[in-house]
């Protein structure tokens, strides 16, 4: 469970902070909504993630004391982190609640969409906070695997969007 969520928190920092939400199987993803290129580039993006997330470890791997250091600053950041995800399943379901309730031009869901853009904003800073602990702690093969895998992410969510237009 540690090294899983080490590995989930190294990933977090190598990605920007994304609203997704929440889907079920990943070829129901979109269907209906987003054109069939659009919803492919989203799988890419999502199975490049999962790739990097998975390989970083047995490509890139800690030292214990790099281990030990990340989980002191990663259970330093747990409450704040538990309490974002609350928020942000409360702020998901009253968003919905207010399109359904009053649709989306309606006053309430406006302030219901600016609750989730508040939370975006608290989410990347919450990642900006831990990157600056945890990048010191890194090697510079580390660092360099991340960015790369972060540029090739990026690069594949430009696409993905550049798809929908």
Do not use: C, W
Not at 1 to 9: E, G
Not at 110 to 131: I, N, T, W
């Amino acid at each position: 469970m540690k090294k899983f969520i080490l590995i989930l928190s190294l990933a977090a920092l190598s990605l920007p902070a994304l609203a997704l939400p929440k889907i079920g199987a990943m070829r129901d993803l979109g269907e209906g909504i987003l054109p069939d290129a659009t919803r492919e580039s989203v799988r890419e993006v999502v199975r490049t993630a999962a790739r990097h997330l998975l390989n970083f470890r047995k490509e890139t791997p800690l030292s214990d004391e790099q281990r030990q250091q990340l989980k002191t600053v990663l259970e330093t950041h747990r409450p704040e982190t538990r309490a974002l995800v609350e928020r942000g399943r409360e702020a998901r379901k009253a968003y919905a609640a207010a399109v359904k309730a009053h649709g989306p031009e309606a006053s309430q869901t406006r302030e219901a969409a600016q609750k989730l853009g508040d939370l975006a904003r608290d989410r990347a800073l919450l990642m900006a906070r831990v990157a600056v602990e945890v990048r010191p702690l890194l090697t510079d093969d580390q660092i360099k695997r991340l960015e790369t895998a972060r540029a090739e992410i990026e690069t594949l969510v430009d696409e993905a969007m550049s798809a929908a237009h």
